[in-house]
């Protein structure tokens, strides 16, 4: 099941840039960290970029330089910047929470979104 709504998605051409937004439940308690994986046709999953939630951000070095990640704790919103596009960032994208719910405090579970495609043309 989808329990976290990604939107932003959608067809470039290289060197172009995209949005990406990830929603978490409104019931939650607290938020640890959030982040975006991304997994091309025949490929495995990859980490694209990580943020905590005391603010730092990591990135794959594939990315590096043209991704931001960046959160919205009040929105409970995570997005991902995606410039200067390439046709090998090509993939459907992730996005990932680690989170407690207010019904279960003391539980921490990670939630996935349903995913969003990404195609760069050359």
């Known amino acids: 099941q989808v329990q976290l709504v990604e939107s932003g998605g959608g067809l470039v051409q290289a060197g172009g840039s995209l949005r990406l937004s990830c929603a978490a439940p409104g019931s939650i308690f607290s938020i640890n960290a959030m982040s975006w994986y991304r997994q091309a046709p025949g490929k495995e999953r990859e980490l694209v970029a990580a943020i905590p939630s005391g603010g730092n951000t990591n990135y794959a070095d594939s990315v590096k330089g043209r991704f931001t990640i960046s959160r919205d704790n009040a929105k409970n919103t995570v997005y991902l910047q995606m410039n200067s596009l390439k046709p090998e960032d090509t993939a459907v994208y992730y996005c990932?929470?680690?989170?407690?719910?207010?019904?279960?405090?003391?539980?921490?579970?990670?939630?996935w979104g349903q995913g969003t495609q990404v195609t760069v043309s050359s």
């Open positions: 990932n929470a680690l989170l407690r719910t207010r019904t279960f405090p003391t539980v921490i579970k990670a939630y």
